[in-house]
């Protein structure tokens, strides 16, 4: 059942990378040049055929430029991306990826029948390695939990390994339809 899950989910899970603009002195401490510089990769999922991405906020915070890489559907394909909105209360960013699609969307589960000891999928792109997948079991549902100044209300909990890099990836339930989005590593 996990395979079958993964192939059915993992064309909508995709890669997020991003520059940002850093000043950076030149010769002398008092001039600065200003340059793009790679910035955070991270992970999203596509949740309309017209290109539309969900991912946390954290991954494009200060973005100069987001890219998405399609890395589900046997290619490669990177496509510039922009950002229609942020919601930093909950870490989340909503993105449109140029161009009309059709892209392959993510199927909506049920988070209403969730329980407790079922089986999760995490699938993302932990450490810019590509698309990886780790499953676990749902720990808890409704979970708040305060991250440095930030309470996060009625999160989804699981044991499935979620690496720097997993943000804004899929957590699937097992037949592979959209539940939830990694955010944070507790």
């Not at 909508?12 to 008092?30: D, H, K, M, N, Q």
């Not at 290619?75 to 229609?84: F, H, K, Q, S, T």
């Not at 892209?103 to 450490?127: Q, S």
Request: glycine share 12%.
């Amino acid at each position: 059942p996990v395979v079958e899950a993964v192939e059915r989910a993992a064309p909508a899970v995709v890669s997020i990378g991003t520059t940002r603009l850093v000043r950076v002195p030149r010769f002398w401490e008092w001039d600065f040049v200003v340059q793009e510089r790679p910035g955070a990769l991270g992970s999203g999922v596509i949740v309309h055929p017209r290109g539309y991405v969900v991912t946390n906020a954290h991954v494009i915070n200060q973005a100069a430029q987001i890219s998405v890489k399609l890395t589900g559907l046997g290619r490669e394909d990177e496509i510039a991306a922009g950002l229609v909105a942020v919601d930093l209360e909950h870490d989340l960013a909503l993105l449109k990826m140029e161009g009309d699609g059709p892209y392959p969307a993510a199927a909506f589960g049920r988070v209403d029948d969730l329980m407790v000891g079922e089986t999760v999928i995490a699938m993302g792109n932990p450490f810019g390695l590509g698309r990886t997948v780790t499953v676990g079991v749902l720990s808890a549902v409704d979970r708040d939990i305060q991250i440095r100044d930030q309470l996060f209300e009625g999160l989804l909990q699981t044991d499935a390994a979620v690496n720097q890099g997993n943000s804004g990836g899929a957590l699937l339930n097992i037949l592979g339809e959209w539940i939830g989005v990694n955010s944070a590593i507790y």
